[in-house]
């Protein structure tokens, strides 16, 4: 399984950007995806996630109403899109995954429910 990242980069205070990861799987028979963050000094965070249970989506309370989790060409390809941003937004994104045959649960927020990891990219707010 791979997972790469792209999209991150430096916007301005109120500007959007649109992170993309591209996932490599053998078969897509029930998933978590999850879009986590992690600022300098501070622990890695959930943004958003996805579960491929009815496609029910999760998202950090700061985020909500900015940002959109989607995914699309068969589930592998999933999308951040953020609007809005702000410099607290800054930090590096990783996208991650979990791959369970019948996956019918809600996706979660820990760290360790994910077992594929992109590689991170910096996502730069400035003011």
């Known amino acids: 399984v791979q997972l790469v990242e792209s999209g991150g980069g430096v916007v301005q205070s109120g500007g959007s950007l649109r992170l993309s990861c591209t996932i490599s799987?053998?078969?897509?028979?029930?998933?978590?995806l999850a879009w986590f963050r992690q600022a300098p000094g501070k622990e890695r965070e959930a943004v958003s996630c996805?579960?491929?249970?009815?496609?029910?989506?999760d998202y950090l309370d700061s985020v909500k109403g900015r940002f959109t989790i989607s995914t699309s060409d068969g589930k592998k390809t999933m999308y951040l899109q953020m609007n809005s941003l702000k410099p607290e937004d800054s930090a590096i994104y990783y996208c991650?995954?979990?791959?369970?045959?019948?996956?019918?649960?809600?996706?979660?927020?820990?760290?360790?429910?994910?077992?594929?990891w992109g590689q991170g990219m910096q996502v730069t707010v400035s003011s």
């Open positions: 991650a995954a979990h791959f369970e045959p019948g996956f019918r649960r809600r996706c979660g927020r820990h760290t360790t429910g994910y077992q594929h």
């Open positions: 799987v053998t078969t897509f028979d029930g998933y978590a």
């Open positions: 996805i579960s491929s249970s009815d496609g029910i989506t």
